[in-house]
C-alpha cells in the first residue's frame, strides 16, 4: 500500500533522515573538542616544564657564576697569601716566621689548614704547623712547580688534588706557587692548603634544595670536592660525567641531566672557571625545580578531565536527546502516515471542520461522495452543501457537540446532504470534537457514512408493507389505515363518508382459461381502471384474491356512492386486452355510508361486505346496498366473514 503524501495534508515534523548525520557531527565535533582540550592541555604543561626548566637553567646558571666567584675569591685569597710568604721567604730567608702570621692573623685558620715554604729538595723549611721535617718532593704541588719552565706568565697557583696532610693529617687541597732564584733555579715551593669543604660551603648560601650539587673538578679530571645535600666528597674520577664531558666542547652550559652520577635527575650548569685549570659545577634536583610546575601539571590534567568528562556528559546527553526526537519523530511520522491511510483511504468520508462550520479538509470518499473539489469544498460551509429545510437542526447538532457538556448530543445523526449534481445524498454522520491545550475546541471530526442506498431499501420495505406488490395498490393495512384516518375527518366535519367492496366476477375462469399470468395482467389492469374512476382523494386498496376495496374520503350525499359504483361498473364492463386475448369481466359491489350505515370501521366494512354479496347473490354486475331497515348485526353474510386478515393476493 503506497501511502502518498496528499497536497492538502498538515506539514510534517523534521525529517529524521536528517538526524544520524547529526548525531555523527556531534560525535565528531565531541572527538575533536576533546582533542583540543589535551592538545592544549598537554601542550601547556610542556610550556611550562619547558619554562621551568629554562628558568632552572638560568638560575642554576646564576648560581654557577655566583660559585665560581666564590672557588675564584678563594683561590686569589690563597694566591695572594702564597704569593706574599714567597715575596717575604726570597727577601727575608731564615727570618720569616710562619706562624707568628698565624697568631697576627695574617693567615687565618678558618681559610687555610696551612701554609709551607718548601725548599727545592721538598723539604719544609718554614711552616705554619709544626713539624718541619717533612718532605714534600714527591707531591704533585711540588713537581708541577719544579717541572715547569720559571716564567712569570705561568706564575699561576696550582690546585693539587686533594691529599692527606703529611703535617695536618687532614685532607685538604694544596696549592702552590713556584720559587725561582734571580739564576732562574728552581728555589721551592710555597703550598697554601685548603680543607676541600671550603669550596663547597656555597651550598649553604645558595638555596639548591633537597639534591642540590655543587662540584670544583679540575681540568684533569678529579674532583677537587663535591657536595650533594649534606655529603661532602672529593677525588673522584669525573671523565665519565657528562658535564665535564661537554666542557670539552663548550666553556659553559646547562642541561638536564637524567641522573647519571647517582640516579637524581638534575638541571646542571657548568662553568670552566677563568685563570685556573678547574671547573665549577652546580645542579639541582629535576623534582624540585619542577615541583610547582608539577603541582599546576596535577591541576590541569583534573581540569581537562573535568572538562572531558563534562563534554561526553553533554554529548550522551545531548545524543540521547536527539535519539529520543528521532524516536518521537519516527512515531509522528507513523501516526502522520496511519493518519495518511485512515483519513484518505477509509471507506467513509472523513472531512475536518472548523467550529463554525468551514470545510478544512476532506478525504477523498467525502469528496466522491459529494461531487465537489477540495477547493469548492473549502469555500463553503458543511451546512451549505447539508439540506437546506435542515440547516438550522445541522447548526444546533453541531453546537451541541461542541458545548462542554456533550453528554445529551446523541454521538451521530441521520441527515441529507445535496450533492453537486444536485441528488440528494443521505448520510449517517458523527461528530467528534478535537480541543486544544486550552480544552477549547479547534477543530471538529465528521465520519461520514452514505446510507442512500439503505434509505432506499427502508423506503421500499415501507412501501411494500403497506401496499400489494402485484397491482402497485394500497393493502388491506393501508386500507384499513385510510378508512380510519377517512372516518375520523368525517366525524370531525360532521360528513358522510363511504367504503365500497368489490368482487370481481367470473375471475377464476380467466385464471383457469388463460392462465394464472393472465389473471395477473387482469388484476393490473382492473387497478388501473378502479384508480382511474377516483379522486385523489378516494383510495382503492387491494384486499385480497380479486376483491377491492375503496373509501371514499367525502360523500355529499347517498346518490354520490351509487355513482361512483356505477362509474365503476361501467370501467369494468370495458374489455380487457390479455395479450391477443380479448376478456370481459364485471364486478359486484356493495356499499356502506358513514355515519348512516354505521359509526365503526368494522361496522361499516361489514355492511359493505355484506352488500357485495347481496349483488353477487341478485345476479353480479351490480351495486347493492344491504337493506337499510335492519340492524347490521342481523344482515352478516353466512358464507362470507368479514376480511380483517392480511392481505394474501394469491
Ligand atoms: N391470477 C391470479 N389469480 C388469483 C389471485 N388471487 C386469487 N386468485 C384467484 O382468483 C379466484 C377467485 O375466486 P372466485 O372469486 O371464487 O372466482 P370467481 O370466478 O370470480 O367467482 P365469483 O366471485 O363467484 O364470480 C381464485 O381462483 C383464486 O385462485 C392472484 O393474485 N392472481
Redesign the pocket.
Known sequence: MRLSRPTDAAPTASRHSELPPLSLAIGVACALGLTLIWAMTLQRIADEREQAVAAAMESNANLAIAFEQQVYRTLKAAEQVASFAREQYLNHGDTLDLRRWETRGVIREAMFNIISIVDARGSIVRSSRLPLNVNYADREFFIAQRDITPDLAHDVLHVSQPVLGRVTNRWQIPMSLGMWREDGRFAGVVVVSVDPAKFTDFHRQANLGAGGLLELTGLDGTVRGRKIDEDRGFGMDAHDLPWFQRRAVAQAGSFVDNGSLDGVPRVISFRTMADYPLMVTVGTAFKSELAPSQARRHGYLWLAGGVSAGLMLFTVLLMLALSRQRAAAEALQTSEALFRATFHQAAMGIVHLSPEGRILLANEKFRAMLGYDMAELRERTIFEIGDPQRQLEARLYLRKRLSLDSADALPEMEKTYLRKDGAVLWVCEALGVVQDRQGRPERVVAVVQDITARKALEARLSHDALHDT?TGLPNRMMFHDRLCQVLESARRRQGLAAVLFL???????V?DTLG?AA??EL?KQVALRLEECMRAEDTVARIG??EFGVVLASVAQEGDCEQVATKILDALSQPFMLGQQEVRISASVGGALFPLHGQSMDSLLARADTGMYAA?HEG?GRFCWEDKESPIQQTTHPTRPVPTGPAD??
Open positions: 402485484l368482487d370481481l366476477d367470473g375471475f377464476k375462469e385464471n394464472h389473471g395477473d388484476l384474491g380479486d353477487k353480479k393476493p394469491a
